[in-house]
């Protein structure tokens, strides 16, 4: 996956790296990747299919559980859902370069059945810990106009990663609540990452984190600036919110 740069995700990333709401700190990010193999895209996916293929060649006749249709991909069975399961895989090795996702079991992952609903949601828990409804509006509309202009949301399917404990990422000490969407754009071969973490404030700051830090005073100044450079054509969180999810800008 080749990381892609557009300048609005970067000014957005650059204001929710680290806001401290007191009691905790609110970690988030929002990256574009191009689904173009590096060398290590393509041994994961070597890795996925020699994995499935093995199993196809045990049991030809018999679906295995590891080719059941048990998976928010259809049958494993399928190339085209290996190749769903390998792009989400490989966008999780690519934001997290200190892991390995390579055996990460579909069952963890979660396809979506509306984008209305991942927007919802990521506006509730925003909402819910930023808690100010008209702050979080300006926000979270900055967020999903940026999110649109870099993959064209409403052509997208979404997915989430639900992993257990021993699997997440930002499981570390006073980790509070996370969450991890991909938004797949299969005719641009696009894949939007977003993922959002809050840590207690009991939990030292990190030295990599004060430099980053955001209090409210400054989080106050962030919402003027998207409501500065917020075009007139913006949908608000009302329109985001609606089904079916609909883009007009």
């Known amino acids: ?41 393509k041994k994961l996916k070597l890795h996925i299919e020699s994995k499935y ?37 490989a966008t999780l090795n690519a934001a997290y370069p200190d892991y390995d996702f390579s055996d990460v079991k579909p069952e963890y992952f979660t396809k979506l059945p509306t984008i209305g609903l991942a927007v919802n949601s990521v506006n509730n828990v ?13 926000i979270t509309t900055a967020i999903w106009s940026a999110i649109d202009e870099a993959a064209e949301v409403k052509d997208c399917d979404a997915y989430s990663f639900n992993p257990d404990r021993d699997l997440e990422p930002d499981a570390e000490e006073g980790n509070l609540w996370s969450f991890y969407f991909f938004f797949f754009n ?4 696009r894949m939007i990452f977003f ?31 998207f409501r500065r450079t917020r075009s007139s054509q913006s949908l608000s969180l009302e329109q985001y919110m609606m089904q079916p999810f609909q883009l007009d800008i």
């Open 53 to 89: 293929d093995d199993e196809l060649a045990l049991a030809p006749d018999v679906l295995s559980p590891l080719l059941s249709p048990i998976s928010p991909f259809g049958p494993l069975s399928q190339p085209a859902s290996r190749k769903t399961l390998f792009f989400l895989l």
């Open 126 to 138: 925003l909402l819910a810990h930023l808690g100010d409804a008209k702050a979080t509006d300006t």
């Open 186 to 189: 299969r005719r641009l071969k």
């Open 195 to 225: 993922t959002c973490r809050s840590v207690s404030s009991m939990v030292p700051i990190q030295p990599e984190e004060d430099e980053l830090l955001m209090y409210d005073a400054e989080a106050e100044e962030l919402v003027d600036d």
């Open 1 to 41: 996956m080749k990381y892609l740069q557009f300048d609005r995700l970067e000014a957005i990333n650059s204001q929710l790296s680290c806001i401290d709401k007191g009691d905790a700190r609110i970690f988030g990010r929002i990256e574009a990747y191009s689904c173009k193999n590096t060398v290590e895209d």
